[in-house]
């Protein structure tokens, strides 16, 4: 078993609406959660950063984290064509003050439909 | 607007070559990352070096993989020989690990295919 797995898509939604993108993980160390988001032929970037428990909005994005159940989403209000990408999860069980090594989920891809 | 820069974009070889891709983090950062994606495995961490230092390389085949820092502004990761199972995009990450996150910066990627 990886140590972060995600649902393997693809995934394709109508315009409007409302996504769900989830990842389990087993390694009870991780501490800090990301979702990242990558576009066709270009590299990933970050969407949202979570650290612990807990849900964090930004727009029409909100990442929520269950530490106790092992599993991270993300989710994706009113969706636009323009959200059509990979999102890949990612965690670290960092503890110093330098970048740590994430562990990625092997992404999905969704395709919003106008 | 900083940004990590990969060279080349795209690389077309035939098996048994010698490949070398280069990477320039930005400028400040720390720390820098090579991974290489396919379809089936995803993204993989192949090393990563902090202050040029090599941290862990354990995701890379010793037998054919290395990878330097030679400078600060120069990190590079080299094929020899090259076999075709080696096509993917492998892309470079920098951080510096400033304001309490882990977020990474990724280039835009060499797509390698061995032919």
């Known amino acids: 078993q990886k140590e972060v797995e995600q649902d393997p898509g693809p995934l394709s939604v109508p315009e409007g609406a409302i996504v769900s993108l989830n990842c389990t993980y087993s390694?009870?160390?991780?501490?800090?959660f990301m979702w990242y988001r990558q576009y066709s032929r270009k590299g990933p970037e970050l969407l949202m950063y979570?650290?612990?428990?807990g849900n964090k909005e930004d727009g029409r994005f909100t990442a929520q984290v269950d530490k106790s159940s092992k599993y991270i989403s993300l989710f994706i209000r009113d969706s636009q064509p323009s959200d059509s990408a990979t999102y890949l999860c990612?965690?670290?069980?960092?503890?110093?003050?330098?970048?740590?090594?994430?562990?990625f989920g092997k992404g999905i891809t969704l395709s919003v439909r106008p | 607007d900083a940004r990590v820069t990969q060279t080349p974009r795209h690389k077309v070889t035939e098996m048994g070559q010698e490949v070398t891709m280069r990477c320039q983090p930005i400028?400040?950062?720390?720390?820098v990352f090579w991974y290489r994606q396919t379809m089936m495995q995803g993204l993989e961490l192949l090393a990563y070096?902090?202050?040029?230092?090599?941290?862990?390389d354990s995701g890379m085949p010793k037998d054919r993989f290395s990878a330097e820092m030679p400078d600060a502004t120069l990190a590079t990761l080299k094929i020899q020989p090259s076999e075709p199972r080696d096509s993917a995009v492998y892309f470079c990450?920098?951080?510096?690990?400033?304001?309490?996150?882990?977020?990474?910066?990724f280039g835009p990627g060499t797509r390698l295919t061995v032919l």
């Open positions: 400028l400040g950062h720390n720390t």
């Open positions: 990450a920098s951080g510096s690990g400033q304001g309490g996150t882990d977020t990474q910066y």
């Open positions: 990612a965690m670290s069980a960092r503890v110093s003050g330098a970048n740590s090594k994430l562990t």
């Open positions: 390694n009870s160390a991780f501490q800090y």
């Open positions: 070096f902090r202050n040029r230092a090599p941290l862990d």
């Open positions: 979570t650290y612990s428990s």
